[in-house]
């Protein structure tokens, strides 16, 4: 399996960012899909998370109400679509594929898409 993350970039606070992972190769052995993000100089930490059929979801309480994880109808492709983000949202953002049959399996980790949100 392999991940491709896109779609960091510069906001304003109270503007919207749409981010993107694509899943390719043995996408079968997904069980779910997680971001995580590390903020300068901090730890890295969980955003948010689904399962591969959409059907068990969850966030860190930070991003409730505002950031909405995804999976685009029958495809690879998984979205984390931020909305009304803050300064402190501004981290290296990473999508990660958990590789198994339950949430403590082995997780691949993609490469990081940088979001900066300015005040």
Do not use: H
């Not at 043995?26 to 899909?33: A, E, P, S, W």
């Not at 290296?92 to 339950?102: E, H, I």
Request: include cysteine; aromatic fraction near 10%.
């Amino acid at each position: 399996v392999q991940l491709q993350a896109s779609g960091g970039g510069t906001v304003q606070a109270g503007g919207s960012l749409k981010l993107s992972c694509a899943a390719s190769g043995r996408t079968d052995n997904i069980y779910g899909m997680r971001w995580f993000r590390q903020p300068p100089g901090r730890e890295r930490e969980f955003v948010a998370a689904t399962s591969w059929r959409g059907d068990t979801i969850s966030y860190t309480e930070s991003v409730k109400g505002r950031f909405t994880i995804a999976r685009a109808n029958a495809e690879n492709t998984f979205f984390l679509q931020m909305n009304n983000l803050k300064p402190e949202d501004t981290a290296v953002y990473y999508c990660t594929a958990v590789l198994g049959d339950n949430w403590a399996s082995p997780t691949l980790w993609g490469q990081g898409t940088l979001v900066t949100v300015s005040s």
